[in-house]
């Protein structure tokens, strides 16, 4: 399935992706997502990583890897990926989901909690 400029963008914003200014990248984030799609998740990663590296601030890219290591079960390095997207992003929805879960996987449910209703109370 590919990306449509009316969907929702992945950075978090609510914006579709036609009027987020993550639109210049509509082609590269449908790559990643065939990939995600396809389970080819560590393919999906290093490609993530790769355009971080001359993106390093883009919170879509940050988003997909947050998915990613999710999806990997790659805890610790989800902990990282999700504080430098919060510390971009403070006042993201899925950057403070992705620091619920990592709260999650620590077992500090009040802030797990916390982090949750925050995001989900995000206009």
């Given at each position: 399935m590919s990306l449509n400029i009316y969907d929702i963008c992945p950075c978090g914003s609510g914006k579709k992706i036609k009027f987020c200014t993550c639109h210049q990248y509509l082609a590269e984030m449908e790559k990643i997502t065939r990939m995600i799609e396809g389970e080819q998740f560590v393919a999906a990663l290093d490609h993530i990583n790769s355009l971080l590296k001359t993106l390093p601030s883009e919170p879509w890219l940050l988003a997909l890897k947050c998915s990613v290591l999710l999806?990997?079960?790659e805890i610790e390095s989800l902990e990282e990926a999700?504080?430098?997207?919060?510390?971009?992003?403070?006042?993201?929805?899925?950057?403070?989901?992705?620091r619920s879960m990592v709260?999650?996987?620590?077992?500090?449910?009040?802030?797990a909690a916390?982090?949750?209703?925050?995001?989900?109370?995000?206009?």
């Open positions: 999806r990997l079960g999700s504080a430098r997207f919060i510390r971009l992003q403070p006042d993201n929805p899925l950057a403070k989901i992705n709260a999650l996987f620590r077992q500090s449910l009040d802030e916390s982090l949750y209703l925050q995001a989900i109370s995000s206009p």
